[in-house]
């Protein structure tokens, strides 16, 4: 099979085409065949139409020269005054038009010549019939006359069967022809019908051919993709680890750094220089301290060593205590922060505490972080067996192409160096990781100069659990 060649098929499709174009060919000789043969066979019948009518009118003037032959032995004057009206109505049927477009030129000549006979005739006929088939003069002209008739009526009858006679040899002629058209037509038929389809067959097989091979390589192609995929998966996965154990360790000496600068500035008197120093030191530290917690959060996640805590919560407890955090914050900026609680929530549910409050303070410290004046506001409300988080704001809200960003690790709206917010650009992602780890989803709605949506959807596990 795999041997099918472009050549092959070419060959098949180019033998075809040939045997096509001869069958062709020999469709248009067939159609000329049956077009003679029914030609001729039109001919035939019309000479044998034409034919009839002759004879007849050869019996009638046979008839009349008996007649006129044996005189009163037998007939009278009625009877050859009938007998002469027969023939004058044979003569009349060949001349009713559909007899009479048949004729030939030589049927017509025929025609014309007994015509004058047959009137040349009629004087003798009256006058032997007036004598009362007595006058033996008029008889014997008449008899004269009608054998000249005769003789003349005599010639269409050969010339009508000669041409039948030819007419039925050309078409036996013919009707071979036709037979040996119609078997090269159907040979033909057949070879360009098996040629056509071997082609098709041919061309089919070389495409399962092709086919075959383009799934093995695909086959092969998705094999090595899965060993890069898992390849990808180990180094990922280490660079997590890797990640972890380093802000690890940079974190204990970065908080020996804070505590001993904080006790330093508790000793130092106020106007000190070295105090300014050294709290711009300690600030720094701070944001450091920051982003290693943070980068330290997301190693966690991702190399899977994050554990959620499954603990019992009192939720009016802990959402007290973000509105105690935050509160402050939106003071400070003299923002109104609204808290609401829905009553179809129940008091207690399961859940890890820290990293609720880890996503509800990231959502909004932002919310306070991007907002300058208006409100700030916190919901949290029972849907069916969820629970929502629902932050929002009245800030300079987000353009729509970066809400799609926003949630990667280190994006930020403005990322440039003269950014007026702080931030390490890892809140949202740590909060998608986060609620993604808790079953539940994140939506954005933002307008820009209008505010900012955030909602957090969870699974509810009410505690201890509902009926
Ligand atoms: P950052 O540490 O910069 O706040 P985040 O991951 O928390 O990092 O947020 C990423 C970016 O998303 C922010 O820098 C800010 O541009 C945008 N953003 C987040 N929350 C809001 C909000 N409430 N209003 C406007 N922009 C926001």
Same mark, same amino acid.
């Given at each position: 099979?795999?041997?099918?060649?472009?050549?092959?098929?070419?060959?098949?499709?180019?033998?075809?085409?040939?045997?096509?174009?001869?069958?062709? /060919?020999?469709?248009?000789?067939?159609?000329?065949?049956?077009?003679?043969?029914?030609?001729?066979?039109?001919?035939?019948?019309?000479?044998?139409?034409?034919?009839?009518?002759?004879?007849?009118?050869?019996?009638e003037?046979?008839?009349?020269s008996?007649?006129?032959?044996?005189?009163?032995? /037998?007939?009278? #004057?009625?009877?050859?005054?009938?007998?002469?009206?027969?023939?004058?109505?044979?003569?009349?049927?060949?001349?009713?038009?559909?007899?009479?477009?048949?004729?030939?030129?030589?049927?017509?000549?025929?025609?014309?010549?007994?015509?004058?006979?047959?009137?040349?005739?009629? #004087?003798?006929?009256?006058?032997?019939?007036?004598?009362?088939?007595?006058?033996?003069?008029?008889?014997?002209?008449?008899?004269?006359? &009608?054998?000249?008739?005769?003789?003349?009526?005599?010639?269409?009858d050969?010339?009508?069967?000669?041409?039948?006679?030819?007419?039925?040899r050309e078409?036996?002629?013919?009707?071979?022809?036709?037979?040996?058209?119609?078997?090269?037509?159907?040979?033909?038929?057949?070879?360009?019908?098996?040629?056509?389809?071997?082609?098709?067959?041919?061309?089919?097989?070389?495409?399962?051919?092709?086919?075959?091979?383009?799934?093995?390589?695909?086959?092969?192609?998705?094999?090595?993709?899965?060993?890069?995929?898992?390849? &990808?998966?180990?180094?990922?996965?280490?660079?997590?680890?890797?990640?972890?154990?380093?802000?690890?360790?940079?974190?204990?000496?970065?908080?020996?750094?804070?505590?001993?600068?904080?006790?330093?500035?508790?000793?130092?008197?106020?106007?000190?220089?070295?105090?300014?120093?050294?709290?711009?030191?300690?600030?720094?530290?701070?944001?450091?301290?920051?982003?290693?917690?943070?980068?330290?959060?997301?190693?966690?996640?991702?190399?899977?060593?994050?554990? &959620?805590?499954?603990?019992?919560?009192?939720?009016?407890?802990?959402?007290?205590?973000?509105?105690?955090?935050?509160?402050?914050?939106?003071?400070?900026?003299?923002?109104?922060?609204?808290?609401?609680?829905?009553?179809?929530?129940?008091?207690?549910?399961?859940?890890d505490s820290?990293?609720?409050?880890?996503?509800?303070?990231?959502?909004?410290?932002?919310?306070?972080?991007?907002?300058?004046?208006?409100?700030?506001?916190?919901?949290?409300?029972?849907?069916?067996?969820?629970?929502?988080?629902?932050?929002?704001?009245?800030?300079k809200?987000?353009?729509?192409?970066?809400?799609?960003?926003?949630?990667?690790?280190?994006?930020?709206?403005?990322?440039?160096y003269?950014?007026?917010?702080?931030?390490?650009g890892?809140?949202?992602?740590?909060?998608?990781?986060?609620?993604?780890?808790?079953?539940?989803?994140?939506?954005?709605?933002?307008?820009?100069?209008?505010?900012?949506s955030?909602?957090?959807?969870? #699974? &509810?596990?009410p505690?201890?659990?509902?009926?």
């Amino acid at each position: 099979m795999n041997s099918i060649s472009r050549r092959h098929i070419q060959l098949a499709v180019v033998l075809f085409a040939l045997f096509a174009l001869a069958l062709l /060919g020999s469709l248009l000789h067939l159609y000329n065949v049956f077009q003679t043969r029914a030609d001729l066979l039109e001919k035939r019948e019309n000479t044998f139409l034409l034919g009839r009518p002759f004879q007849r009118l050869q019996r009638e003037v046979l008839n009349l020269s008996v007649i006129v032959a044996s005189g009163t032995e /037998g007939f009278t #004057p009625a009877n050859l005054q009938l007998q002469r009206d027969i023939t004058a109505s044979r003569f009349f049927d060949i001349n009713t038009e559909s007899t009479y477009r048949l004729l030939t030129p030589e049927l017509l000549a025929i025609l014309s010549e007994s015509e004058a006979h047959w009137g040349n005739l009629q #004087p003798d006929l009256q006058a032997y019939i007036d004598s009362g088939l007595t006058d033996q003069a008029h008889q014997q002209r008449l008899a004269q006359s &009608l054998k000249q008739l005769e003789l003349a009526v005599n010639k269409a009858d050969s010339e009508y069967v000669v041409r039948q006679d030819r007419y039925g040899r050309e078409l036996t002629q013919v009707e071979g022809q036709f037979l040996e058209a119609q078997i090269l037509t159907t040979v033909l038929l057949v070879l360009a019908i098996l040629l056509g389809a071997t082609a098709v067959i041919l061309q089919l097989r070389r495409s399962a051919v092709a086919l075959q091979a383009a799934n093995s390589t695909l086959l092969a192609g998705s094999i090595e993709l899965d060993r890069i995929n898992q390849e &990808l998966a180990l180094a990922s996965r280490l660079k997590s680890e890797f990640l972890a154990t380093m802000s690890h360790e940079l974190r204990t000496p970065l908080n020996d750094i804070l505590g001993y600068s904080g006790l330093i500035l508790l000793d130092m008197n106020e106007e000190s220089k070295t105090k300014t120093m050294l709290s711009r030191i300690e600030a720094s530290g701070k944001h450091l301290l920051q982003l290693i917690n943070d980068i330290l959060d997301i190693s966690k996640i991702e190399s899977g060593r994050m554990i &959620l805590a499954n603990e019992p919560i009192e939720l009016p407890l802990l959402v007290n205590s973000w509105v105690g955090r935050l509160k402050v914050l939106a003071d400070a900026k003299g923002l109104e922060f609204h808290t609401m609680l829905d009553s179809h929530l129940p008091a207690m549910i399961e859940g890890d505490s820290e990293r609720l409050t880890q996503i509800a303070t990231n959502l909004l410290s932002n919310a306070i972080k991007f907002t300058d004046q208006g409100q700030v506001s916190l919901d949290l409300k029972r849907h069916d067996h969820e629970w929502i988080i629902e932050v929002q704001d009245t800030g300079k809200g987000i353009p729509a192409d970066a809400l799609e960003y926003i949630f990667d690790e280190f994006r930020q709206v403005d990322g440039s160096y003269q950014r007026v917010h702080g931030g390490t650009g890892l809140g949202l992602a740590i909060v998608r990781k986060l609620v993604h780890a808790m079953q539940g989803n994140i939506r954005v709605t933002s307008q820009l100069g209008q505010g900012s949506s955030f909602r957090v959807t969870l #699974p &509810l596990k009410p505690y201890p659990q509902e009926a």
